[in-house]
């Protein structure tokens, strides 16, 4: 059993466990397995793997679970024959066996399996990959985190209001949050799939990513790059009530084109010509094109709490 240190109700674990736990058991019964069938006898295969003859016959009896995320991978699957390969035909020590094992490993922790099932253990993971173990607390990786846990909480606020249902365009919604200093789309944290209105509420498909958002994303560079105080949005279906509802609120809703081609740059001519970045801003439609507003703030939070009172003061209309 690996140990879990608990603060609150959130298991710490190291991705050291998921290999101890759920790696090494499953490679080494597949190894196992492997070893008996090219003609070593249960003792030869324990004194390889370090292991008791009983336990080698649990392996081989198939009494010992496999984590079929690893068990099924073809890596692993290639790994285990390349080294039962060289055990049975003498061309690999134990050294080089180790050596294979160990890359494999470190493949596994790189964006592979180790790194989801760590995530799984571990939800605080959710959204940054193996990034933490990868490059380790850097500021960056900080920026990053912080960012993804700000849309998070956005979405959460989202899906709970029913006041955004009827808000939420045909093609879906989306919202997001820019990096400081954003290059460009994949600097910007947003839900892959976009957010949708169903049976009366709304659906989030899954956590937020970096790079998960093409228009939102557009606006929001757009916006940074004329005020780099806004780094939060989200787009709504454009409703005059929604409309008349921010100039209730003394916000003075800025109408664009909406023309795909080049969004980017003519928002951000648009943002400079007004002076600065509006809180809200909108076009109309046009053929194929669905009629779509955003809301913006200093980050996707900020966002969503101005678009939810928004949307509050458009339902009692």
């Known amino acids: 059993m690996g140990v879990a240190v608990r603060v609150g109700h959130v298991p710490l674990r190291l991705p050291s466990e998921i290999v101890v736990e759920q790696f090494l058991p499953t ?37 010992t679970p496999l984590a079929e995320r690893f068990a099924e991978d073809d890596r692993t699957r290639e790994t285990v024959e ?45 959204g940054l990959g193996c990034d933490l173990c990868v490059r380790g607390p850097d500021a960056e ?36 949050m820019a990096l400081p200093d954003p290059a460009d789309a994949t600097d910007v944290a947003a839900v892959p799939g976009r957010v949708h209105a169903m049976r009366g509420r709304v659906h989030v498909p899954s956590n937020p990513e970096f790079g998960a958002s093409e228009h939102v994303a557009a ?34 809703p800025l109408r664009f084109d909406p023309a795909y081609e080049n969004r980017r740059g003519r928002l951000e001519r648009r943002f400079r010509e007004r002076g600065g970045v509006p809180r809200v801003c909108y076009h109309e439609g046009a053929f194929g094109t669905e009629p779509v507003a955003y809301v913006f703030g200093a980050s996707a939070v900020d966002a969503v709490e101005l678009a939810a009172d928004l949307a509050a003061a458009a339902e009692r209309e």
């Open 27 to 63: 490679v080494r019964a597949m190894l196992a397995s492997a070893l008996v069938e090219r003609g070593f006898t249960q003792r030869e295969v324990a004194d390889r793997l370090g292991v008791t003859q009983a336990q080698v016959s649990r392996y081989v009896g198939g009494e």
């Open 141 to 176: 990786l900080e920026a990053e985190r912080a960012v993804l846990a700000n849309v998070r909480r956005a979405v959460r606020a989202v899906e709970r209001d029913p006041a955004f249902v009827p808000l939420v365009p045909n093609v879906g919604t989306n919202l997001g």
């Open 219 to 252: 606006a929001l560079l757009a916006a940074t790059a004329v005020d780099a105080g806004v780094r939060g949005a989200l787009n709504l279906a454009t409703e005059d009530a929604l409309l008349d509802a921010a100039r209730d609120a003394g916000v003075d």
């Open 82 to 126: 390349r080294v039962a390969d060289g055990f049975a035909s003498g061309g690999m020590d134990d050294y080089e066996a180790l050596a294979e094992l160990f890359e494999l490993v470190r493949e596994f922790e790189d964006r592979g399996p180790i790194c989801a099932a760590h995530e799984e253990a571990m939800p605080a993971l959710a």
